[in-house]
């Protein structure tokens, strides 16, 4: 058994993918549409074969409350590795991206948490 597909809740598909693969780097994999909304997922470019993010309609009101919950709690929704936190951060700020934690050292594991503009905070880390 392995992880296929994950996903993070989103309010509009358009602009979360554009954030996802314009901003972060990442590549479209599916985009099926499914009535008012899409299967729509995401991947990483450097490892295009691994595990997709599912862009998700929260259209749901329990899918709603729960992402608005995480938000206000400042916990992020998921988190993705990078070899190079502090180059990562210093990319992704330069495009606009808005940290809430900017990158922290914690022994062995260096972590940051970005505001994907949809609803989202995302966690990044890096293991030294």
């Known amino acids: 058994m392995r992880i296929s597909v994950t996903s993070v809740?989103?309010?509009d598909q358009a602009k979360a993918l554009e954030f996802y693969t314009?901003?972060?780097g990442f590549t479209k994999r599916q985009d099926i549409p499914m009535?008012?909304?899409?299967?729509l997922t995401v991947a990483s470019s450097d490892a295009p074969d691994a595990v997709e993010l599912l862009l998700e309609p929260n259209a749901?009101?329990?899918a709603s409350t729960y992402q608005q919950?995480?938000?206000a709690a400042g916990i992020p929704a998921t988190t993705f590795a990078t070899d190079d936190l502090a180059k990562e951060h210093e990319r992704l700020t330069a495009l606009g991206v808005r940290f809430t934690q900017?990158?922290?050292r914690n022994g062995p594991v260096s972590t940051a948490v970005l505001d994907d503009t949809c609803g989202n905070l995302i966690g990044l880390h890096q293991v030294h």
């Not at 009535?35 to 299967?39: E, I, M, Q, S, V």
């Open 9 to 11: 809740f989103v309010a």
């Open 22 to 24: 314009d901003v972060l």
């Open 35 to 39: 009535g008012a909304a899409r299967w």
């Open 60 to 62: 749901n009101p329990i």
């Open 69 to 71: 919950s995480l938000h």
């Open 102 to 104: 900017e990158p922290v």
